[in-house]
Structures are given as C-alpha cells and as structure tokens.
Antibody
Framework: EVQLVESGGGLVKPGGSLRLSCEVSGFAFKSYTMNWVRQSPVRGLEWVASISSSSSDVNYADSLKGRFTVSRDNAKDSLYLQINRLRVEDTAVYYC????????????WGQGTQVTVSS | EIVMTQSPASLSVSPGESATLSCRAGESVYKFLAWYHQRPGQAPRLLIYDASTRAPGIPARFSGSGSGTDFTLTITSLQSEDLGVYFCQQYLNWPRTFGQGTKVEFK
C-alpha cells in the first residue's frame, strides 16, 4: 500500500523556520517525482515545489523562491521542505504528493501537516 | 501563470442525479488537466488525468472531457461519498495551478 506521511508542522512565530518531512512506503521512492502542495482557506490549493527523482531538477513557485528549499533522501525514502523566514501567509496544511514524472498529475497525497505562523 | 477558473462555485444536486462541473484555463493546457475530489478533513484524491482518463479505482460514473482551455467533469448517479469539493489542476506549465474548487452538496 502506498503511504505518504508528513510531519514537522506546528505553531511558529513569524521569522522562524521549520523543516517538514514526508516519509513514504509502498513504492520505489527513488523512481518518482515528488511535490509539496499547500492549502489554506484564503489561498486554496497552491503548488509549492517539485523535485525530480534524482534531485537534478527542482522547481519552486516564484513567490516562495529563496525561503523554501525542497530536498530528498532516496536512501531514506524521505522528502523534505525547509521553510525559512516564515510569514503569517505561510499558514496552511502542507501536503506531500507523488507524481510519476514531470508532466503528470499527483496520484497520491499524504494526510498533510498543519503549519501555523502566528505571534 | 495559467489561471484556472471553475464554475459553479457550488452545486446542489439530489441523490442519484448528475452533476456537471466546468474548468477553464487562461491559456491552452492541451490535455494536461486533472480533476481531484476532496472530502472534509481529507487530502485531495486524483479522479481524472489527461483530461479524460480515470485514475485507477475511480468508478465509471466519473467522466472527464475537453481539451485546450475548456474542460468538464461529469458525475452521474451522484452518491453520498461524492459530496465534497472538486478541483481542477493544470500540469503543463510552471507554476502548476489549481482552480478554486466547486463544492457539491445534496439538496
């Protein structure tokens, strides 16, 4: 069974940092493109970043470049999202998703981890 | 950025009836359009990809059509588990973009 389990969310003050993790099982992680998508009541579903299977290609939403860093460890079947200089508007549920390749939709989603940025 | 616009914002349907949801892209995305369904408190689930291909395990009552800029998701014989919000997404261009969603509820 394919599983994606996010962790690392929580309540953080503006300007703080968080590292989100996504541990996967049930498929050959090293063969798949992985993505982060966030969802908030204000902004809806918003694609955050994508990373290719070998980490050779990475794409970010323009508005998030410089503060967000996506990475993966294929030996640990894990995906990461480092978020620095957190802002109130980063408050959202962050989902880890799987894509078969670059021009593919997201066929599996984790349950999400809540990030709340508030003073 | 390709803006995805869904209509209507909400839809009230009687059990067993059909629902037709629309998604319009700001520019052509050819066939690179997916539909997702989200129930309250759950993550989105892929229903349709490449505009008209059902994802594995998705019932035949869900069908997608369209290409270019105009797409439609049709749900026939609506059941209680079909309630929730439906989103479209284009995966041709960066940034990948989603529509704002159509909420489907029972009358």
């Amino acid at each position: 069974e394919v599983q994606l389990v996010e962790s690392g969310g929580g309540l953080v003050k503006p300007g703080g940092s968080l590292r989100l993790s996504c541990e996967v099982s049930g498929f050959a992680f090293k063969s798949y493109t992985m993505n982060w998508v966030r969802q908030s009541p204000v902004r809806g579903l918003e694609w955050v970043a994508s990373i290719s299977s070998s980490s050779s290609d990475v794409n970010y939403a323009d508005s998030l470049k410089g503060r967000f860093t996506v990475s993966r460890d294929n030996a640990k079947d894990s995906l990461y999202l480092q978020i620095n200089r957190l802002r109130v508007e980063d408050t959202a549920v962050y989902y880890c998703t799987r894509g078969i390749g670059w021009l593919q939709p997201y066929d599996y989603w984790g349950q999400g981890t809540q990030v709340t940025v508030s003073s | 950025e390709i803006v995805m616009t869904q209509s209507p914002a909400s839809l009230s349907v009687s059990p067993g009836e059909s629902a037709t949801l629309s998604c319009r892209a700001g520019e052509s995305v050819y066939k690179f359009l997916a539909w997702y369904h989200q129930r309250p408190g759950q993550a989105p689930r892929l229903l349709i990809y490449d505009a008209s291909t059902r994802a594995p395990g998705i019932p035949a009552r869900f069908s997608g059509s369209g290409s270019g800029t105009d797409f439609t998701l049709t749900i026939t014989s609506l059941q209680s588990e079909d309630l929730g919000v439906y989103f479209c997404q284009q995966y041709l261009n960066w940034p990948r973009t989603f529509g704002q969603g159509t909420k489907v509820e029972f009358k």
